[in-house]
């Protein structure tokens, strides 16, 4: 589901109609999951209306820190937030608007670093947010698709990215490994460093 020009070729993700239905009875829904899972195609594939800010892009971002009610007033009728977890000072004024106009569905936020999105949501969007968690493909969203396969062991080789599925090339095991390899750096690298910050933060709350 990541060719948003043309829709026939998606691969309908499960959580689909599930993010669907929460943005009718919550203000704000989290997608959260690794790298290249398919977070920001699924968003703008269920909410086709909603504006897009994608906050990896510096210039957005900053705008985003500078002026974040001007990133929300700008996009009443809906805002995906791509990697929102960048712009941390927005969550308290997403609180406020949800709370000022008891809508549901204004917002969809998408986020890699889960821990950091999380930290964020729990301290400013309790109560006000649906969190849900998307992996890769399953094995039955491939079903009924081009490219189901007739064993556990070929899912197993060619791996469930949906960027690997959408490579005409016949080489999907370097492509896989080269995705395995990039996402065990970063997570490795993403966890020492909240490991770091949190461990100074608690040194400083027993000192205090």
Known sequence: MR???NRSRMILRQLNSVIQSA?????VVSITGPRQSGKTTLAKYAFPDYAYANLENLPTRQFAGENPI?????HPQGLIVDEAQYAPDLFSYIQVEVDQSGLNGRYILTGSQNFLLMEKITQSLAGRVAVFNLLPFSTKELEN???QR???FEYIVKGFYPRIYDQ???DHQKLAFGFGNQFCR???TTLFSEFQQKAAENAQTIFL
């Open 3 to 5: 060719y948003l020009k």
């Open 23 to 27: 943005a009718q009875t919550m203000p």
């Open 70 to 74: 001007g990133v929300l007033k700008q």
């Open 145 to 147: 698709t081009e490219y």
């Open 150 to 152: 007739n064993s556990p």
């Open 168 to 170: 005409k090339t016949a």
């Open 186 to 188: 970063f997570s490795a």
